[in-house]
């Protein structure tokens, strides 16, 4: 499975099977996250069986079951859509390992011990990872016109990044970005409402936008 068609297969998954990710899965994930934490200065880090974060009573937003591993999406303060963009990139690589996945924002408890944290670090969120008891559905898709700017006919890489783009997943669906096409430079716009969470979903959809799109087509603007 390549990333674009992890995309297309990857939905949101809350309710997860009482079984251990195996271990090669494992391994790739704890290699993919030194190198992206290497690479980004981030401080991604792999819970593996700790049931306390997603214990009923925690409970804000959603309904979650089984979760009992997970992504801490930590890192620097201001450090939000480096997490969006990197932590979509481990989300992409869970599907490809046939794991299910969930972004988690409010509906889940920090539990001591579980994570590490340096000195001017905070957790932004976190990823729900397992085996799904199903594989989720598919969000509802807007037309395609409503997500961008540009003059004239759109390049076939524009048009293929932004039917990647609108995949992504982003704070209780909103969807709302637009992408503005001048020559080959691409700018983003976001106008989302749900507060803490704007710059981390630009990540996610900037994400998606490169894989589908190619990243040597386009400069970000």
Known sequence: MTELEAIKARHAVRKYLDKTIEASAVQTLKTEIDKLNAESGLHIQLVLDEPKAFARGVLKYGAFSGVRNYLVMAGPKGADEKIGYYGEKLVLLAQILGLNSCWVGLTFKKIQGAFSLADGEEVFCVIALGYGQDQGKQHPLKPLEKFYEADGVLP??????????????????????????????????TSFSMVGYTQIDLGIIKYHFEVGAGPENFSWK
């Open 156 to 189: 076939d890489w524009f048009k293929a990044g932004l039917e990647a783009a609108l995949l992504a997943p982003t704070a209780v669906n909103q969807q709302k970005f637009k992408f503005i096409l001048k020559g080959n430079q691409v700018e983003t716009k």
